[in-house]
């Protein structure tokens, strides 16, 4: 279980650049998948070649953002839709990623018999890996992050992105830049991406050119099931609930494979599933009624579905009687 929950939190790193396209500036962005594998690409290719890991980790973050940029000029400046731009992009890097990797696996554990030094070569060397220790550490970077996204979000700069999300043709009206504020977005993003795939894979050993696929469902699983259960009226709570939505994903899949419900080749489908689910069960009013009886920062509402009591429509009956 602690292996499910530290990926759960590197992964957290993803879900919070899924939630800045997705839910912030309300574009749906699937060079995710590709992204995640430039920055994992990335990032061991250089530890192999004697790269400082921090340098390396650093590298996979500026190879997410480029990735970024590529599909916000394809978006902004060649006018494709945004889509449809990230899947070109997407499309685009798998070849990209085997040119970076020079090859569909890289490993980065062994090098002619020396172990490769990486962020987790300590903790690996001292069977730390998986305890509550690393997790720890974990945790403390997972959370950095959501503060970084809290105070980028705060920004007049992320007030206005988050009023070209909303609005893009008053946001433009309001003098704001959306071509700037989609860019800019898409880099931070992306970047958040590419800096999880780097940690992935000095976490799990090797990048391989097929390590991408399926990222964005983890993202989105991740931000649908936070928000449903901490809501989106507060920035703080929102970012939080897609940190605590990653790990939640990840236990979900553990305890799935763990009890023989399906195998570890059934995660794509549970995936898609779980997306599915969590976006159905969205848009329901009960639901939203129900969890904001069990979060005390929820706004308390009755569902719009549900009779209005009836000293409702006496008071509002005497009240136009008397007008």
């Given at each position: 279980?602690?292996?499910?929950?530290?990926?759960?939190?590197?992964?957290?790193?993803?879900?919070?650049?899924?939630?800045?396209?997705?839910?912030?500036?309300d574009l749906p962005d699937l060079t995710v998948?590709?992204?995640?594998?430039?920055?994992?690409?990335?990032?061991?290719?250089?530890?192999?070649?004697?790269?400082?890991?921090?340098?390396?980790?650093?590298?996979?973050?500026?190879?997410?953002?480029?990735?970024?940029?590529?599909?916000?000029?394809?978006?902004?400046?060649?006018?494709?839709?945004?889509?449809?731009?990230?899947?070109?992009?997407?499309?685009?890097?798998?070849?990209?990623?085997?040119?970076?990797?020079?090859?569909?696996?890289?490993?980065?554990?062994?090098?002619?018999?020396?172990?490769?030094?990486?962020?987790?070569?300590?903790?690996?060397?001292?069977?730390?890996?998986?305890?509550?220790?690393?997790?720890?550490?974990?945790?403390?970077?997972?959370?950095?992050?959501?503060?970084?996204?809290?105070?980028?979000?705060?920004?007049?700069?992320?007030?206005?992105?988050?009023?070209?999300?909303?609005?893009?043709?008053?946001?433009?009206?309001?003098?704001?830049?959306?071509?700037?504020?989609?860019?800019?977005?898409?880099?931070?993003?992306?970047?958040?991406?590419?800096?999880?795939?780097?940690?992935?894979?000095?976490?799990?050993?090797?990048?391989?050119?097929?390590?991408?696929?399926?990222?964005?469902?983890?993202?989105?699983?991740?931000?649908?099931?936070?928000?449903?259960?901490?809501?989106?009226?507060?920035?703080?709570?929102?970012?939080?609930?897609?940190?605590?939505?990653?790990?939640?994903?990840?236990?979900?899949?553990?305890?799935?494979?763990?009890?023989?419900?399906?195998?570890?080749?059934?995660?794509?489908?549970?995936?898609?599933?779980?997306?599915?689910?969590?976006?159905?069960?969205?848009?329901?009013?009960?639901?939203?009624?129900?969890?904001?009886?069990?979060?005390?920062?929820?706004?308390?509402?009755?569902?719009?579905?549900?009779?209005?009591?009836?000293?409702?429509?006496?008071?509002?009956?005497?009240?136009?009687?008397?007008?």
């Amino acid at each position: 279980m602690e292996s499910a929950i530290e990926q759960g939190l590197i992964f957290a790193l993803l879900a919070l650049g899924v939630f800045l396209t997705y839910r912030i500036l309300d574009l749906p962005d699937l060079t995710v998948d590709g992204s995640f594998t430039t920055g994992g690409g990335t990032a061991a290719i250089l530890l192999v070649n004697g790269c400082n890991p921090w340098l390396a980790t650093l590298a996979g973050f500026a190879a997410g953002a480029l990735a970024g940029l590529i599909t916000g000029l394809l978006h902004t400046k060649l006018h494709i839709d945004g889509l449809l731009a990230s899947i070109l992009t997407m499309i685009g890097l798998y070849s990209i990623n085997l040119r970076i990797m020079q090859g569909p696996l890289v490993s980065v554990s062994l090098k002619n018999g020396v172990p490769v030094e990486t962020l987790f070569s300590g903790f690996r060397a001292g069977g730390l890996l998986y305890s509550w220790q690393m997790i720890g550490i974990l945790a403390i970077v997972a959370v950095v992050f959501k503060f970084i996204i809290d105070w980028f979000l705060a920004t007049n700069f992320g007030l206005a992105v988050q009023a070209t999300g909303d609005n893009s043709t008053m946001a433009l009206a309001d003098g704001i830049s959306i071509t700037v504020t989609k860019n800019v977005t898409l880099m931070v993003s992306n970047g958040l991406v590419g800096l999880s795939g780097a940690l992935y894979a000095q976490f799990n050993g090797s990048a391989d050119s097929q390590m991408g696929i399926g990222m964005i469902l983890v993202g989105l699983a991740s931000v649908i099931v936070g928000n449903a259960i901490f809501g989106t009226r507060f920035m703080f709570l929102a970012t939080l609930g897609v940190v605590v939505g990653s790990v939640l994903y990840r236990l979900v899949i553990f305890w799935a494979i763990d009890w023989h419900l399906a195998e570890s080749g059934d995660m794509k489908f549970i995936s898609a599933t779980m997306v599915v689910i969590a976006l159905v069960l969205s848009k329901s009013e009960r639901l939203r009624h129900f969890f904001s009886f069990l979060s005390p920062w929820r706004v308390k509402s009755l569902p719009s579905d549900l009779p209005i009591p009836i000293s409702e429509v006496v008071s509002a009956s005497e009240g136009k009687a008397g007008g």
